[in-house]
Structure formats: C-alpha cells, structure tokens
C-alpha cells in the first residue's frame, strides 16, 4: 500500500469559515455546560465569532487565496461577498437576543445554526468547484430549514419549515442533477476546467439541459419566478429574525455563487442564459411588486418586496460585463443593510402578547415612537429607491449597466417597476405617520442590542447613499478576478 | 450484454419508484424504496464501483431503511387536518407537465449526445476512494461532516419535546 | 491638497453634532458651532488668498456616483467673486454665532438652533462654491428650508409658524421659475456647469437667453425679496433676531444678486432682461423704502430697509455695473447685520421690547449698542466717510450714466432711507424715554459676547469704504480686484459730474436725517401719534401699499375658490377615475395572482416542474 501522500493544506484561505464554524462549535459547548449560561454571552461569543470572521475577511482584501486544489477560491469577489454576508450575519445575531428571549426558546442552538448556516454562506460564495459549491448550499439551506421552524408550538411556524425543506430537497434535487450533468459533459466539476472543456460546445445538449437545471436550483435560493412561491409562506411563518437571515445572507451567497458559475465556467453559454435571464428578471420584479399591492402582512409584503428585489439584482446579472455583476455586488450590500433594517424594526415592535406583523398594527407608530417610525421610514425609503438613501445608488448602478450593455427595455422595465413599488411602501409609511391606530398598536420593546443594530443599519444606508463611490469601486474591483 | 443488463435493472428502479410515490400504504412504499435503493446498487455495480455499491447497500437499503419501517410503524400516521385544495385539480396537471419534461430528456437522447467525458479512472477499491477522499476530496470530505453536525444539531432542536 | 473642502464641512460636522448628540451637548453647543463657523472663515482666508492676485481654481469637493464614463460630483469653483462672498458668509456668520451664544443663552433649543444655523452657513457655502448650477439650485433650496427652519425656529408661536410658511410658499414661487430656467438652460446648452455655460451662452439666441435669463431672476426675485415676490421678508421677523441678521439681511437674500452677477454674460446676452432687472431693482427700492418710512417696530423698518437695498444692488448689477453691487451687498452685510445686532441687543436689554413707541431714551443705559448702531445706521443712511456712502454712491453715479429716471428714482429712495433711518436712531435712542417706570428700570447692556461682535461690525462699517471704495480713474480697488470675473463698466469718475453728483447725494442724505431730527428729536414725541393713518397716503404706506391684501383678493382667494371647484368636478370624476382605474386594474391582478397562492405544497412543486419544463424548452430551442 503506497503512503497516502496528503496534499498541503492552506488553512489561511480558510480562515473566515473556520472563524465562524468554530465560534458555532463553542456556542454547542456553552451550551452544554451544566449550569445554564445566559443566552447574552452565548450570543455574545455568536457575534464576536463572526465580527472575528468579518475582519479576517477584511484583512485578506487584496490577497486573493485558494487552496484545497482550486475547490476554494477565495478572490476578491468573494471576499466582497463574504462581507456582505457577515455583516447581515452579525445584524441578526444583534436582533435576535431579545427577540428570542420574548418568543421562542432560549436555546444556543439556534446561534450554532445561524453561525453554520453563516458558514455555508461564506463557502458558498468562496465555492471554486460544484462539489463545495453543492455541499456548502446544503449547509447554508439545512441550517435555514431547521431555523424556518425553531417555533414550534405555532402551527404557520412548522408549516413554513417543511415547505421550505420539501421545496428546498425538490430545487436542490434538480441542482444536483444539473451538476451531473456538466459533470458528464466536461468531465470534470471545477469551475476553470469546467469553462476550457466547455469552450465552443455551448450547444451540446448535456450542458445546455445542466445549465438549464443550475439556473432551477438557483432559482430556488434567490426565490426568482417561477421559483419563487415558497419565499412568502416561509416568511411569514419564521423567525423574524431568521427571516432577515434568509433574505439577506442566503441570498446574497446565492446570488454570487450563481454569478462565479455563470461568468466563469458558463461564459461560453453567455447568449443562452443572458436571455433567459432577461425574461425572468423582468417576470420577477413584475410579479414581486404587483403581489406585494395586495399583501397586508408586513412580513408577507416584505417577502414579496425582496423577490421584486431579486428581479433588479437579475438586470444585473445579464447586463454582464464588469459593470454588471459589479452593480449586484454593490446592491447586495445596500440590500442587506436596508432589509436586515426592515426586518430588524419588526423585531423590535409587538401587540398584545404577539408578534406586530400587519401593516395596520403601525398605524399612528410616528406618534407613539418617533425614531422607530423614521428609522422603517428611512428603510422602506431606501428600498424604494429615493435619494439620497442606498436603495437609488444601488437601482442607479444597476439600470446603468443595463443601459450600458443594450438592455435599455429591461432598465425601462425596471424603472416602471420601481414607481410601481413606491405604492405599498409608502403605504406602510402613511399608516405611521397618517393613520390612527383601531385599538392598541404596535408598541417598541427596548432592546439594545436591537437598536445598534438598527442604528448601524441605518448608518450604512445613509453613508452608501451619500457616499457610495468607494464601495462601488470597491465592488467593480472585486468582480476583475472574475473575467480573466 | 451490459447494455441489456442496464435496461432490466433501469426497469425496475423506475418501477420501484413509481410504486413508491403510488401506494397509499406507508409501508409499502418503504419496501418498494428497498427495491428502489437495491436497484441503484447493481447499478453502480455494473459501472464497475463496487464500493459505492456496497455502500448504498450496507448504509440505504440496510440502516437507513430499517429506521424508516420502525418509524412508520411506531408513528401511526393521522388523518390530513388540512382540508381540502382548492385547486385541488390542477394536480393532474402534473401528468402533463411530466410527461413534457421525459419527451424534452428522449429528445435530447434522440438527437444525440455529445461526447461524454471519460470519467476519471476509479478502480472502486476502498483504497481508491479513501485515496482520493483524503487528497483532492479533501474539503468536500471535511465539509460533510460539518453538514453532518448541523443537520444532527437541526434535528435535535425540532425534536425536543420541551417549549 | 486643497482646503477648500473644509469651508463646507466644518459647519456641516457642527450641525451634524448638534443635531445628533444636542441632547448631550445642550448648553454647550456654542463650543461646537462657534469654533466650526470661526475654522471654516480661516479657511475662507486661505482660499481667498489663492484668488488674491485673480484668476480662480476648481476643487472637487465630492464625487457622488460613478458609473463608467458618467460622474456626478460637486466640484468646488473659487474665483474673486466667490472668494468676497465666502468671506462675508462665513465672517459675518462667524461674528452672528458669537452673537448668539449671548442672545439665545435661555432659550429651550438651544442646540437645534445652533444646528440649524451651522446648516444654514453650511448650505450658503455652498451655494457659492457651487460649480454649476444644478449644485447651485440644490442648495439654493437648501437655504430656503433652512430659513424656513429658523423663521418658524419658535414653532409653537402661531405667527411664527405661519411667517416661515409664507416665506415657504413665496420662495417656492420663484424657485419655480429657477429651476424651469435651468432645465431650459440645459436643453438649450446641453451643460450646467458654469465655464461650459457661459461660454456657450454666446450661441444662444437673444430671445432664448431673454426667457432664460427671466426664469432665473424670478427665483432671484423669491429668494431676494424684489418684487412682486417680497412680501415674505418682512414677516420672516418672526425668528430670532441674529437670525434676522445673518439671514435676511446679510447673506441668504443676497444669494439671488450673486446669482445674477454670477450668470452675468447669460444676462449681458439678453438686454432685455438686464434691462428687467435694473427696474425692478429700482421699482423695489423706491416701494420698500416709502414704506420703511412709517413702521413702527424696529425689526421691520430693518426689513424694509433691507428689500430696498437689494433693490439698489439689483439696480446696479442691472446697469453693468457688477462690482458696484457687489460692492454694495458686502457693505450692506456688515452695517445692516450691525444694525440686526444692535437691534436685538436692545430687544435682549429691554425684555422682547420690540416697539419703537415704546423705546427712548436709550442712549445712556446702553452705550455700546448706542454708538455702534449709530455708525450701523449712519452707513446705511450714506453718511459720507462710512462704508454705505461709496458703495451706495457707486451705484448712483453707475445708474446716472445709464438712466436719468431710475437714477433719480433711486435718489429719492436715498432720500427716504435717511429719513427712516434718522427716525430709528432718534426714536430708540435719542429721544426722551416713552416706557414705564418699571421697563426702563430693567434696561441694561448686553453681555461681551454680543457687544463685541457689534464692535468688530461697527470698525467694518468704518474702514471698509474708505479702504476699498474710493473712487479712481481706474474704478475702485474692489472693482479692479473684481477685474477677472466682471468687465469694468464703471462709470468715469473725477470730473465735475462725479463731483456734482456726490454733493448731490450727500445733500439728500442730510435733508432726509435733519427732516427726521425736526419730527422727531427737536419736538417731543407723542407716541399714541405715531402708527396711527393720518392721511391716506400714511395708510397706504402703514399697509405696505396693500399688496398683500391684494396677492390675497388677487390670487390666493379665487386659486382657492378655482382648486375647491377642480376638486368637487374634476377631480372626483376625472381625474380619481382614471387613477382609480389603473389602480383597481393592478390590484385587481394583484389578487388575481395572490389567489395563486394556495399554500400547498404540491401546487408549488407543480409550478416549479413547469418551471423547469419552460426554461429547457426555451434553452434547448436556441
């Protein structure tokens, strides 16, 4: 038997994840131990693991590593990325402390999830090869799907879970296959192998049907239509604070995994999945926003406005080039800050021994708690997209590069649709400061974890608004690794 | 030869699931999925991966399956408290649809594949396996098992009795 | 590296303190906005001191959005003229800041008052260094709100409220016309920086420039107080009183005169326009300073006297003679924040008197405010020697060379303005006391921290004039160093006309002030008589020639009566029914598609597999 000889391992590509899995490890370990911990430390070490991660990513900006033979590939793309999704990571971790204290279990359970589904997210969107690319998508999804349920005695709350895991196992069964498939065709699963065995066979059927099957799995994670209807059931029934982590973190790692496919080892494929990308962005945003007029639950109106969002990001993406994925880089970043926000003011407001979730329970908030009325003003301002707030820099980079690239139609479409979403948002806004509450609205319940993180929320929508042109390049940079 | 072998083992994997999705008693499809898992291991075995289907043997068509005919037999399974669908009939649309997906794939089969990629050369010995597990397979191998920690720590939060 | 940055951010970063941690700061708030207004006036320095010798920079001061070959930055354009105007802005800001950690010690909004006004020095710095003019608007709004801010800075006053509205709506009017001006200035130029624009305003056809131009002086007419858009000013007396000096006397409403000179060649290509702004300049100063002539409350003879002024500036900028204007709007700055000051320093000493009735006899408990109001009042009347005298009379001898009828106009509204001003002196200081007992027991000086801001005014009233003012063959010092941004089109001076006509104003300035010693000092004053309409020309000029009894008969009446008609047969029918519509249509495919959602499992599978179907149809077909 020949000595097994081990390859070298580069652990410092590594490090973020490593930073967040182990800080997960030692939440298990806390919790644990005999005498019960408070659930403020053990949130505390969640924090401190992946703010540790967040500045271990900062710390590698510029050094582009990979390691494990090119499975993890840890450019700046996903370095952008990655921040991005610490910073959502770290913001729910802030709002869940006293959030679950009041509704749920106190559990550390909960924290190792999120810090493994954080995890996976980072990997995700670190991913070089389909193999991590699937495994890590598990992790992030499995971690997510538990999460969806963690409440268990409300019925909407277990209902939620199981949609999103039968849902979840169905897309990912047709990802897997899609990954199969290309595996067949080009016989190999990294993703620069993947682009040489590929180039000038766009038309092959085995890659074509797995290209087609990717973008379904895809589809799933960032809830793009026809994919899409899980995303208000599951919503509405989890966590709010889990919610936030799902439309912010899960989204972003999907979305830059599904840009490093497509611009690096589906290049070839380009006129192919551009168009049809162009479709479903367009049917996307369309759908999201006009579903969204009808919701009268905040959290469901919120689900249907990130689809809507999912839909602009998705200009992006077909827009291409550098300017393109750029633009979505950018938005997720404005994105996270805004809905983390959104989610956040909710987590933070309740009713009569129960959750504030409809849009008539903030009725008359502005009169009642001012700050928290102008902060999910300022939020639902920025997703609208009013100047000088993040939300209009992000739509601005995106419609530009679409212009830029010949998509003037789907820029038009998407500035239709942006007026269109003014509608339901600025409803929210006329029942705090408008209306009257029928009977007792919502109230604040003071959480100072919760309002730093609403005030760091805040803080970033209003200086990526004010100032965004260093992050933006920062964001154009991050995508050159990508197009070489 | 093989390829006949393929098609009379292919047969019964389909059929074994279809029965599956079909029966209405638990059990049964449980059995039907024993027939199902055993089918993909002669499967595997007929690429010449011996480990892999020894595998899906010991680990699917044994344990896994074992747990499942207990769990099905100890939890008796209610009466649906949800009602009826509303759209109750468009499930038959699924027929269709299907039906569409398997003409598009026999397309595609028809028209021809390209050439597929000779997979990398695996003797299925454990060695083998183990070899690539602990080399280039490295990350993905230690990945699982992180997946693996979290689904268990997921599992044990939903089943829980207390809150 | 440039400080130029710095002027802006200073009073921004203080407003911003004050605005976020006022609680925490409070009383202390002055430590935050003085020193930041006081930095961005050295900084001012420096940058005028780059211009000194003329020529001018650019400085980016913030790039907002770059997208490929698109940037949309602010760039920063410092030339003599913005290099006067930032130091009057922050100077003058600076010394009213001083000012007002004396005179608004006690108030409740401490902070928020500091906060607006650091905004307010904030967005006027702005409005100057702006680099073309979509910046130029943005802030030209800006210091609209923050004056609207400040008038209705006591908002739980009932007038106060309603003066800050006003002034609102007034200058909402003219800025309507600025910004069609500018839209059309870009369809027409295709840039809005200012190199770009006025070098290409020279292709542009006269009647283009001419509706161009207008549009523009309209937001100029709002936000200087000209008519027939002035009527806010005089209310805007509602604020605080240092308020009243920085804002509506020393620098905001001098924004539109600036603007003028400023878009200068935009102006020069339409005469007619330039023509249009020399009468209204003229009109405005004859009208407001008759009405000066009978106010009774000190803060509104100030007011008046004000919207005459800018009307002298706009006569001469009107006439060519820019430098002259401009000239003038710096000396206005420092006599007439003197005079806000040393108003509201005997306002602060008599308790919130502000009534000339009830004043008098002031001059010996309060020296300080005495004698440096004096010299306040003595510069804007045109007393020889003092600052008002050569800036004033560069316009005169501007104007004379250009239209005998206007110059004589406005000789009539130098007559009235040392008439008016001699019965203020007289009225509040001179004469014999007219409060109670008690009132006048309670009279006393300002605090240093006011009274040496009025000093610091008072010694600019005095020098600056001489100094910079005094006429040559070669125009004046501020014209030749004006020389870059404007062509000299002063008028020649020396010669027996210059000479004539200088004796001339300065025999209408002592017939105004001896006029106003006679009614009021050499006779004692019967207060009961004074504010009572004796004649109709008296009730005329008390109701500020009733034009806001007519803007009200005129426009706001049947605009209510025409939009309470629109609203019961248009709106409710056509208008709502067409909004309605749409919108029932996309609500209507808003549940159309939620009905979609059933909620079950299999149904989204099912959508999810036709999905799937769809995207390989549509992959494979290609």
Known sequence: MTPLAMPPVAIGPLAPVLIVLGAAGLVLLLDLLPRPVGRELIATVALAGLVGALLATLARWGKPGRAFQDMLVLDDFALFANVVICYAAALVVMLSIDYLGRNGPETGEYYALVLFSTGGMMLLAAAGDLIVLFLALELMSLSLYVLAGLFKRELAASEASMKYFILGAFATSFLLYGIALIYGATGTTNLDRIAAAAAGRAHDPLLVIGLGLLLVGFGFKISSVPFHMWAPDVYQGAPTSVTALIATGSKAAALAALIRVLVTALRGSQPDWAVLLWVVAAITMTVGNVVAIAQSNLKRLLAYSSIAHVGYMLIGVVAGGSAGPGAVLFYLLTYAFTTAGAFGVLTLCERAQAEAVEVGDYAGLARRHPVLAAALGLFLLSLVGIPPLAGFVGKFYLFAAAVRAGYLWLAVIGVVNSALAAYYYLRVVVFMYMREPEGAGARLVPSFAGGLALAIALIGIVLLGVIPAPFADLAQAAVAPLLR | ?163 | MSTVWLIPALPLAGALLNIFFGKLIGRRAHWVAVPAVACAFLASCVAFARVWHGGSFTSSLFTWIVAGDFEASVIAYVDPLTGVMLLVVTGVGALIHLYSAGYMHDDAGYARYFAYLNLFVFSMVMLVLAGDFLVLYVFWEAVGLCSYLLIGFWYTRPAAAQAGKKAFIVNRVGDFGFGLGIMWLWTAVGALDYPTVFKSVATLAPPTATGIALLLFMGACGKSAQLPLHTWLPDAMEGPTPVSALIHAATMVTAGVYMVARSHALFERSGTALEVVAWVGVATAVFAATIGLVQTDIKRVLAYSTVSQLGYMFAAVGVGAYAAGIFHLVTHAFFKALLFLGAGSVIHGTGGEQDLRRMGGLSSRMVTTTITTTVGGLGLAGVPGLAGFFSKDEILAAVYHANRAMWALLLLGAFCTAFYTGRMLFLAFYSGPRMSKEAAHHVHESPPVMTLPLWILALLTVVTGVALGAPSDAGTRFARFLAGVFPIHEAPHGGSVAFMLMVLSVVVVAAGITLAWFMYMSTPVRPEAIGRPRTLVHAFLLNAWYVDRLYDAAIVRPLLALSGYLARAFDLGLIDGIVNGLGRAVVGWAAALRRVQTGYVVNYALTMLAGVVLFLAFLLSR
Request: aromatic fraction near 6%; avoid cysteine.
């Open chain 2, 1 to 163: 030869m093989t390829h006949a072998a393929f098609l009379v083992i292919a047969a019964l994997a389909v059929a074994s699931a279809l029965g599956l999705v079909l029966r209405r008693n638990a059990i049964h499809g449980a059995l039907f999925l024993v027939v199902n898992l055993g089918s993909v291991a002669a499967l595997y075995l007929t690429l010449g991966a011996e480990f892999l289907a020894a595998v899906q043997v010991i680990v699917y068509a044994g344990a896994i399956m074992v747990l499942f005919v207990f769990a099905i037999m100890v939890l008796i399974p209610g009466k649906e408290e949800t009602g009826l669908d509303p759209r109750r009939g468009w499930r038959l649309l699924a027929l269709p649809v299907g039906a569409l997906l398997a003409l598009q794939l026999l397309l595609v089969v028809r028209a021809g594949v390209g050439p597929v990629a000779p997979a990398a050369a695996v003797p299925g010995g454990v060695e083998a396996v183990a070899r690539l597990l602990f080399t280039r397979y490295l990350l993905p191998f230690e990945l699982t098992s992180v997946l693996l920690l979290a689904a268990m720590v997921g599992v044990l939060l939903l089943a829980r009795r207390r809150v």
